[in-house]
């Protein structure tokens, strides 16, 4: 049974940082493409960023572009998110998600991803 476990989470200052991270067992973690996704109230749940297995690729929203950082330790199997310079439009419950498929080197949408954690918030104040 495949588990994520994200901590990390908290109540920022704009201007401030955090660093999330997503624990993860019950799957081999390196074997893996992972991403961070994000669901503000009343919005849809969006794509932050993904990390192919190796580390060796990353790719980001537009909106996180040069804030967050995304990566990964498999010998820890956990996965990170930095996110630095926080505004109050990154207030969400943050997601880590695990691609449906072993060795995957891309994704089209949160479909591709078939394990999910609980979340956890992330509050900015302005």
């Known amino acids: 049974q495949v588990q994520l476990v994200e901590s990390g989470g908290g109540l920022v200052q704009a201007g401030g940082s955090l660093r999330l991270s997503c624990i993860a067992s019950g799957l081999t973690f390196s074997s893996y493409l992972m991403g961070w996704f994000r669901q503000a109230p009343g919005k849809e749940r969006e794509f932050v960023a993904t990390i192919t297995r190796i580390g060796g690729s990353t790719y980001y929203a537009d909106s996180v572009t040069g804030r967050f950082t995304i990566s990964r330790d498999n010998a820890k199997n956990t996965l990170y998110l930095q996110m630095n310079s926080l505004t109050p439009e990154d207030t969400a419950v943050y997601y880590c998600?695990?691609?449906?498929?072993?060795?995957?080197?891309?994704?089209?949408?949160?479909?591709?991803?078939?394990?999910w954690g609980q979340g956890t918030q992330v509050t900015v104040s302005s």
């Open positions: 998600a695990a691609h449906r498929k072993p060795y995957a080197s891309s994704w089209r949408g949160p479909g591709d991803f078939g394990s």
